[in-house]
């Protein structure tokens, strides 16, 4: 992202826990219909990075701006980071399994609406309508009266994503999406994400290399809490330090 339109702009961030220092001066930008793929070894700072942009962790330092109108993140709690349109997606899915897949679609709808809208929200035919749009978007149209139980484990990762669509975000942070899926689940987890990045920010952390070389992106790779090395797949793996820091110890 070219400074200045950035969807988020994180910058000189830092975090220490106990005198260990898990994010340390670390800077991040991705424009508004950019997918991104986060990597680095156990330990780099991946969580705690999407744990700052999110809320759950104040950074010491730093400045994390969100939206054209440079919103300042550190200034709001989680509920309303959430609000502002950046949706977290973590890597076990935590649908309602004894509610089929228009319920958990319908719930995280309403979830959407303001907490005095929610006492008298009816579905109409316009919500009707968007969980069918949704549905038919992460793969799951033909399957909108299951239950969640019965979903397989791609399938519940893509209601999920649904879920978090139903809140119109403009940045998903995905972590390890791919994680125990099927080829065939995984290469449509590829498109999934791949669409959904042509309209909204994602930020993708994965370990899979080979999901990340699919995913055809921009590559950030994390170490010791700031950023190594940036740019396609092939050109930070043919970088010397992120060679080191992945087979060197
Ligand atoms: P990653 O997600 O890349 O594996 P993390 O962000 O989970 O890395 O962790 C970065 C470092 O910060 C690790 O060394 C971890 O042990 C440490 N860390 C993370 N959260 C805490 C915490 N709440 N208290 C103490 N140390 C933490």
Redesign the pocket.
């Known amino acids: 992202a070219q400074p200045g339109n950035a969807q988020l702009e994180v910058s000189g961030i830092s975090v220490t826990?106990?005198g260990?220092r898990?994010?340390n001066n670390l800077s991040f930008a991705i424009g508004p219909a950019e997918l991104r793929a986060v990597i680095?070894?156990?330990?780099?700072?991946?969580?705690?990075?999407?744990?700052i942009v999110t809320g759950k962790?104040r950074p010491d330092e730093g400045r994390v701006l969100w939206g054209e109108t440079h919103q300042n993140l550190l200034k709001m709690n989680e509920a309303q980071i959430a609000r502002a349109g950046i949706g977290r997606k973590f890597q076990k899915p935590t649908v309602f399994e004894d509610q089929s897949v228009t319920e958990n679609l319908m719930m995280a709808l309403k979830a959407n609406r303001s907490p005095f809208s929610v006492l008298v929200w009816k579905a109409g035919a316009k919500d009707r309508a968007r969980v069918e749009e949704i549905a038919a978007q992460v793969g799951l149209g033909d399957h909108l009266p299951r239950k969640a139980g019965e979903l397989s484990h791609g399938q519940k990762q893509w209601l999920e994503i649904g879920m978090l669509l139903a809140q119109e975000p403009r940045l998903l942070l995905v972590d390890e999406p791919a994680a125990g899926m099927t080829l065939a689940e995984r290469e449509q987890t590829t498109a999934l994400l791949v669409e959904l990045a042509k309209t909204r920010a994602v930020v993708v952390?994965e370990h899979d290399m080979e999901f990340v070389r699919r995913l055809n992106c921009k590559v950030t790779v994390?170490h010791e809490?700031s950023v190594l090395a940036e740019g396609t797949l092939d050109h930070v793996t043919a970088d010397q330090r992120v060679i080191e820091v992945y087979l060197g110890r």
Do not use: E, H, R, Y
């Not at 680095?40 to 744990?51: E, I, L, S």
């Open positions: 826990f106990d260990f898990a994010i680095g070894p156990n330990g780099a700072g991946k969580t705690t990075f999407m744990d962790t952390v994390l809490g």
